[in-house]
T-cell receptor, first 112, second 117 residues
Framework: QKEVEQDPGPLSVPEGAIVSLNCTYS??????FMWYRQYSRKGPELLMY????GNKEDGRFTAQVDKSSKYISLFIRDSQPSDSATYLC????????????FGKGITLSVRP | GAVVSQHPSWVICKSGTSVKIECRSL??????MFWYRQFPKQSLMLMAT?????????EQGVEKDKFLINHASLTLSTLTVTSAHPEDSSFYIC?????????????FGPGTRLTVT
C-alpha cells in the first residue's frame, strides 16, 4: 500500500463550483499534511498545511484532516479558472530532515 | 516570500553528455536541499537529500554515480546528470529548506525540463 493515495482524475468543473479533492494515507506517526498546487511546467507551491484533525480555512480553501479514518481533503469554494492546476497532497513526519511523500496528483480544470 | 531558482529552466542534450542543474535559494540560507524527479502525469519522487558540506543521501534505486549532487554553500546545490540517456528525460525539481525550519516549510524551485536526444 502506498503511503499516500490520491483520488484519480482529471476533474472538470464549471466556474463557481465547490471542488472536493481527497487523499488517504497510511502510517499514523506524528506528521504534517499539506496540499500543493502545481501549474503546468512549474514547481509546486504550498497551499495549506495542517497538523491536527479538523478544518483549516484560508480564503476559498479549506483543508480537512480526519486522523481516525486517515483521510485528508481540500475544498475549494467558488472555483475560478485560475484554480486550474494539478493538486498534490503530501505528508511529512515532524523534524527537519523528514521526507515529503506525495500523492499522485489530480488535475483540475475549471471551465469559465 | 522565499524564492528558489533553478537554472536552466529547460535543457536539451545529446545522449552520453553530462548536464548540470543549479538550485539557488535567493533570500534565505538552506542547510538542506532536496532533489525530485517528476515524469509526465506522475507525482514528485524524491531522488536525494543534500546537506551543505556533506555527502548527499540518495533514495533507494537512484544511482549516486549517475546523479552527482554538490551542496557547496548554504544557497546553492547542483545536480549533475552524467552520461545522460533518453530515459533520464524528465522534469527535475529542487526544494530548499530554510535552516531550522520544519520539513513542510521547504520551498520549491520552478523545475528544469531535461530532454535527452
Amino acid at each position: 500500500q502506498k503511503e499516500v493515495e490520491q483520488d484519480p482524475g482529471p476533474l472538470s468543473v464549471p466556474e463557481g463550483a465547490i471542488v472536493s479533492l481527497n487523499c488517504t494515507y497510511s502510517n499514523s506517526a506524528f506528521q504534517y499534511f499539506m496540499w500543493y498546487r502545481q501549474y503546468s511546467r512549474k514547481g509546486p507551491e504550498l497551499l495549506m498545511y495542517t497538523y491536527s484533525s479538523g478544518n483549516k480555512e484560508d480564503g476559498r480553501f479549506t483543508a480537512q484532516v480526519d486522523k481516525s479514518s486517515k483521510y485528508i481533503s481540500l475544498f475549494i469554494r467558488d472555483s475560478q479558472p485560475s484554480d486550474s492546476a494539478t493538486y498534490l497532497c503530501a505528508k511529512v513526519l515532524t523534524g527537519a530532515n523528514s521526507k515529503l511523500t506525495f500523492g499522485k496528483g489530480i488535475t483540475l480544470s475549471v471551465r469559465p | 516570500g522565499a524564492v528558489v531558482s533553478q537554472h536552466p529552466s529547460w535543457v536539451i542534450c545529446k545522449s552520453g553528455t553530462s548536464v548540470k542543474i543549479e538550485c539557488r535559494s535567493l533570500d534565505f540560507q538552506a542547510t538542506t536541499m532536496f532533489w525530485y524527479r517528476q515524469f509526465p502525469k506522475q507525482s514528485l519522487m524524491l531522488m536525494a537529500t543534500s546537506n551543505e558540506g556533506s555527502k548527499a543521501t540518495y533514495e533507494q534505486g537512484v544511482e549516486k554515480d549517475k546523479f552527482l549532487i554538490n551542496h557547496a554553500s548554504l544557497t546553492l546545490s547542483t545536480l549533475t546528470v552524467t552520461s545522460a540517456h533518453p530515459e533520464d528525460s524528465s522534469f527535475y525539481i529542487c526544494s530548499a529548506l530554510p535552516t531550522l525550519a520544519e520539513a513542510y516549510e521547504q520551498y520549491f524551485g520552478p523545475g528544469t525540463r531535461l530532454t535527452v536526444t
